[in-house]
């Protein structure tokens, strides 16, 4: 359980700490050209703060946090860490599965821009409310009920140097022979540490 609340609890500082170093750029600072392509961290059906039994396998994790934001702003923390808990669980199942090594940062990013209005102290709060969370048994169920993600993560490919690069449409921007089962139950087991149901028999 320890190493469970670690490995949440270290997502969330991270996103603290990139929050606090996104300050804007000081006068006389050298303009950086910043490149985006098309659907980069795209959110096709961005979530409000909604419970668990509204949130279908077809929403990204950016759509997620955008939930987990409202949340904050709400001071639901418990359903924030909900949010939260799925949208890192989907997004590390995306980074199993996206080849492009550098659009993995994606879900950083996405935590950056969507915490950058929270006070750190709220923050702290949606730390704490995931250690709650993730000791109550119904969570894990809830994840293996709404099951592997339903979406392409474009939001991811196209925030990764491939994109801008000739990559072959039939790659898709996916590992080849991605073994999706076994990617998800990886997910489950490393995110919230769920145990599958075929490890229990």
Known sequence: MKIKLAILAALVVAAIWAVLANKPAQQGQSAIL???SERNLESPQPLACVQLSEVTAKHNPVDLIAGVAQCIEQENYLQAADLYTVAMTYGFYDTLRVSDQTAHQALMVVRMNAFTKA????????QEAIATRIEAPELCGQLQSLGAPQYHPDYMIKHGMEAFSAMPEEKGGLIADFDGPAAWQHALQTVPKCVSEAATD
């Open 34 to 36: 910043n490149l985006e």
């Open 119 to 126: 006070q750190q102290s709220e923050l702290v709060k949606l």
